[in-house]
């Protein structure tokens, strides 16, 4: 923990300027008080006022300002992968301090954050890579006596970025690093709860020289993401959130045809084929099914097995997590930290109990957790003999918790596989690949790993149905921020 209380300490030594707008740091013109709360022992550790209407407006401007007459999407895509690398590179220098402040302030164990944190200069890398090699102009020859056109990607313009709490400094860089790359410019709305790694973020990004008004960063909560979604200067809304969330800045969006983006809920399924190889399903199940202690969209949160086999999987399935540890996320023999605030911690105890009440079995844990009385704790729980009426198999929980729900025939997995309004991530577990790809095509969401479970920064991810619009991360992520312009010669 020493890394994240040293970061902390950096932030305070700032004193009220909290606000990171037009390049250098602002106190807030706002009242109300925030606090950032440690959620394994409750302490707040950091305290900051919330962004005010001018503070929000005059990052807009700073950022239309660069955008509209300054030199960042005039740069050519090169020069622009450039910085993109220095700020990689800033941001691997301080791994540790990233890894903390997500276990710090999510609850996340630190074996967990300490590898995929790599994923934030990995995703600087990588869409600096894309400003090298992406056709952002394309040579073509019409159909109309052979007169040459070029097909332009040119940048959308001003971008929010409105991200969570759950992986508060990787869900942000998706969008930043792809916005960047694109030439647009950005407003960064990090979540009220976890503010921190955004600071590191500006810190890398003022440090690596990109011009100042580029990028702006003002955490806060509700109120400032509908200003700036409603703000006449924002031409682009990247969002990742639930999906109550989205629908409404979809619907603010389209009032004035502003340019959105939605990575939303999941309900995850984990599809085990009568073939599968439970040592080998356990592996991948295990952490994945409650990643961050459940607080992870593609969380394989529905477990559908062959009715055969149920007792079998299930009994595997619960001996294996109950052998993990629940406790301090710093601790590295820790398996499962505690849910990310007080919220989090009422509104997975209260799905627990509606899943009791609803009929479905407890096959493990169910409550508080023995000898943790102080943080937002709650034991992995498992759920067997659930059914797609009941509102745990229906509802996004976000927490540790699992349903198993037993199938008739590979037909009857998959109807119960789609039963959702979600359509995000999932899993196939079968010793026949190809079996695995047919029954991952006939699964309705935006991507599938066929026996384990991966997402990566390369590759596009985002959902069907109510899990989103649009794709962040791979070539699609950037396109995301981009604009096609036709340009004939006649």
């Known amino acids: 923990m020493e890394n994240f209380l040293k970061t902390i300490k950096g932030i305070k030594d700032r004193g009220d300027a909290q606000l990171f707008i037009d390049g250098e740091w602002r106190k807030s013109s706002g009242s109300t008080v925030l606090d950032v709360i440690a959620p394994h022992n409750e302490e707040v550790v950091l305290q900051y006022v919330e962004p005010g209407t001018a503070d929000m407006d005059a990052a807009v401007a700073a950022a239309r300002r660069a955008f509209d007459v300054g030199p960042w999407p005039r740069l050519s895509p090169a020069e622009r992968g450039v910085y993109l690398r220095k700020v990689a590179d800033l941001l691997a220098e301080r791994m540790p301090e990233l890894a903390e402040a997500w276990s710090g302030q999510v609850g996340a164990v630190i074996g967990f954050t300490s590898k995929a944190s790599y994923q934030a200069p990995g995703l600087f890398n990588y869409y600096a890579g894309l400003c090298d090699s992406y056709p952002f102009i394309d040579e073509r020859t019409g159909s109309m006596g052979g007169n040459r056109a070029r097909v332009v990607g040119e940048p959308v313009g001003v971008v929010a970025a409105i991200t969570p709490w759950n992986a508060p400094l990787v869900l942000l860089i998706y969008k930043v690093a792809a916005a960047l790359a694109a030439g647009c410019t950005i407003v960064a709305k990090p979540s009220p709860e976890t503010p921190v790694d955004a600071h590191i973020l500006a810190e890398c990004i003022a440090a690596a020289g990109i011009p100042a008004g580029v990028f702006n960063m003002l955490p806060g909560g509700r109120e400032v993401g509908d200003h700036l979604i409603r703000h006449p200067g924002i031409d682009k809304i990247g969002f990742t959130g639930s999906t109550a969330a989205g629908k409404h800045i979809a619907g603010v969006a389209a009032e004035r045809l502003a340019r959105v983006s939605l990575e939303l809920g999941g309900k995850s399924a984990a599809m085990i084929l009568d073939d599968a190889d439970m040592d080998h399903v356990l592996q991948s199940l295990v952490p994945y099914s409650m990643p961050i202690t459940g607080q992870v969209c593609f969380a394989l949160t529905r477990v559908l097995v062959p009715k055969s086999r149920k007792a079998e999987i299930v009994d595997a399935y619960t001996n294996a997590v109950s052998k993990v540890k629940v406790g301090d996320p710093f601790q590295a023999d820790v398996g499962i930290g505690p849910l990310a605030m007080n919220r989090q911690l009422d509104r997975v105890l209260g799905y627990i109990e509606k899943g009791k009440a609803e009929g479905a079995r407890v096959a493990l844990g169910g409550g508080r957790p023995a000898g943790l009385n102080r943080g937002f704790f709650v034991e992995p729980t498992v759920f067997a003999d659930v059914t797609p ?11 540790p918790v699992v349903s198993f729900v037993d199938y008739e025939d590979e037909a009857d997995m998959i109807a119960k596989a789609n039963d959702t309004i979600y359509g995000l991530h999932g899993a196939v ?61 006649a």
């Open 429 to 489: 577990y079968t010793q026949d690949p190809e079996r695995g790809f047919a029954v991952a095509r006939d699964y309705r969401a935006g991507s599938v790993t066929i026996n384990g479970m991966q997402v990566d920064i390369h590759m596009p991810f985002g959902g069907f149905k109510q899990s989103g619009i649009g794709r962040d991360g791979g070539i699609e992520g950037l396109e995301n921020y981009l604009e096609t312009k036709t340009v004939y010669f």
């Open 389 to 399: 009426d009941m509102t745990i198999f229906r509802e996004e929980i976000f927490g």
